[in-house]
């Protein structure tokens, strides 16, 4: 006896326990915003990776410039609005003559930086754009450079600010010591302000281009700045530098800098506004950078909740971030595995006997009960594979045991076996069935009209018995299977030979209609004795009406 079959399995539900009472269920409209979001985010990953390289930068690269240009072109601005204009400053033999030097530096040196910033930018970026370019998946020296990208982008931007701070120093040294350091100090206070916020919009604009990076092979540990640096980087945007401003205006006071009232308090005010503004825009694009990646697997993780493990969260971070969606992808892949294994065995034993398995372990050895046993075979195979095509016998028999499946399946039964043409039926094990014999009995007359409905030229015969066996796991410690034992297995089969020649082709024992309900029994009468092969005792045989 080859192999087992399930009798009742959906591919679909598995052997998933139902949702337990009290468990929440899930909103039908909240799960398909989410699905709706984690497919959106799923379409825009794989969008990215099915796009040609070259067609991704050129629709990638006005961000790119964008972030870079116009984080460090208004920070430019704000930090000279705030030295020209609003702080206090060192009293100057000359100070028309300093406003025009700044002035004028301050135009050299956009004019100097803005071309130098974009030679770095492509210098920085050229790892990423061979790989690109030529269409093809990183290697691990390409894919660590291109996750680095946003952070090797922003150390550029640094030094080219820490050089304009060390210029405009030595540009106001001359006209006072305490000018030049006011100016050096600023311009790095606002350098630092500016890498982070290039740095963070950076990282955001380059997600399509990091899932692509990851697609050869997503991060098992984090190989760039991750949520502590981020959230540092927005303090140090939003919060240090409007501190150190004020910090600054104080230390001016002390020393002795003119400064009036309104001066002081016009200062403040810049610079709270600077920070409000600034600081809300930075956390902002901060608290997304987390929240988004986040958000697809929460989304995701309802969605396996809810039932669905074909689903992926798309992967577009490589900090511990990225960690977390590749670890969430892979644990789905492993309940995938485990799913289809846990279909494949339901199919194989069927779905009780996997359950039973799952739920109380395995072990060779049985328990006694009482059963209703049908056996089926079908007649004349030998000659069907003679004279017909193999794949015309195949697809024969599999529509024979599809409606043997489905007929016991319907009444509660259990395909065991599968034997060549023949199939061995229970009812009442490896689960308890509250009318074993009387389900055995219908499947039989119900089974047989169907096979003759929709199978004319196949004819089969079915026995029927009833009474205790055992059943348990019978075999050796390294292969066993799940089967029943006894006489009235024996007895099922001896009357399926009997059936063959019966006018409906089905015959049952006296004692599995002793023990059928008071529903079935009508349809049945009791008939001859008849010694059966390999039997002592006689069987009172029973056939329908």
């Known amino acids: 006896m080859a192999s087992s079959q399930q009798s009742r399995h959906s591919p679909a539900t598995g052997l998933r326990p139902p949702r337990r009472p009290g468990e929440p269920s899930a909103d039908p409209e909240r799960r398909d915003g989410r699905a709706h979001r984690l497919h959106a985010r799923r379409e825009l990953a794989d969008r990215a990776l099915a796009e040609p390289g070259l067609e991704l930068l050129r629709h990638l690269r006005p961000r790119f410039a964008l972030c870079l240009a116009g984080s460090n072109f208004v920070g430019a601005v704000l930090v000279y609005v705030f030295l020209a204009y609003v702080a206090p400053t060192p009293v100057v033999a000359d100070a028309q003559r300093v406003s025009e030097v700044n002035l004028i530096g301050f135009v050299a040196v956009l004019l100097v930086s803005m071309p130098l910033g974009t030679f770095v930018a492509f210098a920085v970026g050229r790892p990423t754009r061979e790989w690109l370019s030529a269409d093809r998946l990183p290697d691990e020296r390409e894919r660590r450079l291109t996750l680095q990208e946003p952070l090797r982008q922003a150390g ?41 916020l290039s740095y963070l919009l950076y990282e955001r604009t380059m ?108 992967v577009y971070d490589g900090s511990e971030v990225g960690v977390l969606q590749a670890g969430f992808n892979r644990m789905v892949a492993g309940l995938r595995e485990r799913e289809q ?83 061995l039926c229970v009812f009442g094990a490896p689960t308890a069935h509250p009318d074993a014999a009387g389900s055995a009995l219908a499947t039989a007359r119900r089974l047989q009209a169907r096979l003759r409905r929709e199978l004319p030229d196949v004819r089969a015969g079915i026995g029927l018995s009833a009474g205790a066996v055992v059943a348990g796991n019978v075999g050796a410690a390294e292969r066993f299977e799940y089967t029943v034992i006894g006489d009235p297995v024996n007895e099922a089969a001896r009357l399926t030979e009997l059936a063959k020649t019966a006018p409906e082709g089905i015959v049952a024992s006296e004692a599995i209609l002793a023990r059928a309900g008071a529903a079935e029994t009508p349809h049945w009468e009791l008939g001859e004795e008849r010694t059966l092969r390999g039997r002592t005792a006689a069987t009172r045989l029973a056939t329908p009406r």
């Open 341 to 423: 294994l846990r279909d494949l065995f339901g199919r194989h034993v069927g779905e009780d006997v996997a359950r039973q398995a799952i739920e109380r372990g395995l072990e060779l050895g049985g328990e006694v009960r009482d059963v209703a046993v049908l056996f089926v075979d079908l007649m004349g195979s030998t000659t069907l594979a003679a004279t017909r095509d193999p794949r015309t016998v195949v697809a024969t028999l599999n529509a024979f045991f599809g409606a043997v499946v489905e007929a016991v399946s319907l009444h509660g039964g259990w395909v065991n076996k599968f034997e060549g043409d023949a199939a």
């Open 156 to 196: 550029a931007e640094a030094v080219i600010w820490v050089i304009v701070a060390l210029v405009f120093a030595a540009v106001n040294a001359p006209y006072s010591l305490a000018l030049g350091a006011q100016a050096g100090a600023t311009i790095m206070f606002g350098g630092v302000a500016t890498c982070a």
């Open 207 to 314: 997600r399509p281009i990091t899932a692509r990076a990851l697609a050869g092979g997503a991060p098992d540990h984090a190989v760039v700045p991750g949520v502590t640096t981020r959230l540092v980087l927005t303090w140090a945007f939003g919060t240090a530098v409007v501190i150190m401003g004020i910090a600054e205006i104080g230390s001016d006071v002390l020393i002795g800098i003119p400064a009036t009232r309104e001066k002081i308090a016009f200062t403040v005010l810049y610079l709270s506004l600077v920070g409000l503004g600034v600081g809300l825009a930075t956390i902002f694009v901060a608290a997304r950078s987390v929240a988004d990646p986040l958000e697809s697997v929460r989304s995701a993780l309802a969605e396996v909740e809810a039932g669905n493990i074909d689903v992926e969260a798309p």
